[in-house]
């Protein structure tokens, strides 16, 4: 199967700093990305849909200033969480879809620990 | 939001057993998924059942889906400790591409 990997695994940082988490698609091309919150023993929740080319769209409640996300390529997408608070530490994890092979099939990416001290 | 609801939220069984876990949805899909996740990992995909169809297998699985009562059933039969995980439906609503995402069941496998 298509395998979507994410970057890093872990990071821990200070309040106020900036996270970049960077998800690529390894063998195929994604027109389409999606970035995803998860809290411990929780159910994923939606944060925004990414197009290459284009502005991510965000779901009801999830400040586009805070999580910045960038498509600039069929392959990579990238979420940057700007001036990092405990409240954001959270496992993110993103998907990306196979347009080509023209399934509605996503594939995630192995996640990201942020824990903000 | 989240529009899948699962039960039950957490399931204890023997190895050998039968698991069975159910997903409620309350939109028009155009498929429905299910996927598995072990502790702090990623999600991996399991089956992909869509709108007009009733019943799929792959291995030890077995999906079913009713429209009509807006739910699906995972099936894992002849259990074992490996299945251990948190698993979670997701559908693809009609007009949308987006997943949404049910609140999972962890599922606990004992030797």
């Known amino acids: 199967g298509a395998v979507v990997s994410q970057h890093p695994s872990r990071v821990i940082c200070k309040s106020g700093t900036s996270v970049k988490i960077e998800c690529r698609s390894l063998?195929?091309?994604?027109?389409?990305m999606f970035w995803y919150r998860q809290f411990p023993k929780k159910s994923l929740m939606l944060m925004a849909t990414?197009?290459?080319?284009?502005?991510?769209?965000?779901e009801q409640g999830v400040e586009k200033d805070k999580f910045l996300i960038n498509h600039a390529s069929l392959t990579l997408s990238t979420l940057t969480v700007t001036s990092a608070h405990p409240e954001d530490s959270s496992f993110y994890i993103c998907s990306a879809r196979d347009w080509l092979a023209g399934t509605f099939e996503q594939f995630f990416g192995p996640g990201t620990r942020l824990t903000v001290l | 939001s989240q529009q899948g609801e699962e039960d039950p939220q957490a399931l204890s069984i023997q190895e050998g057993e039968n698991a069975t876990m159910n997903c409620s949805y309350k939109t028009s899909i155009n498929n429905l998924q299910w996927y598995r996740q072990n502790s702090g990992r990623g999600l991996v995909h399991l089956i992909l059942i869509r709108s007009n169809e009733r019943e799929k297998h792959s291995g030890r699985l077995r999906v079913t889906l009713d429209t009509s009562k807006k739910s699906s059933s995972l099936l894992i039969t002849a259990s074992r400790a490996a299945d251990t995980a948190s698993y979670f439906c997701a559908t693809l609503i009609q007009g949308a591409q987006k997943l949404v995402f049910g609140q999972g069941t962890r599922l606990t496998i004992n030797p």
């Open positions: 063998d195929f091309q994604a027109t389409t």
């Open positions: 990414s197009n290459e080319g284009s502005k991510a769209t965000y």
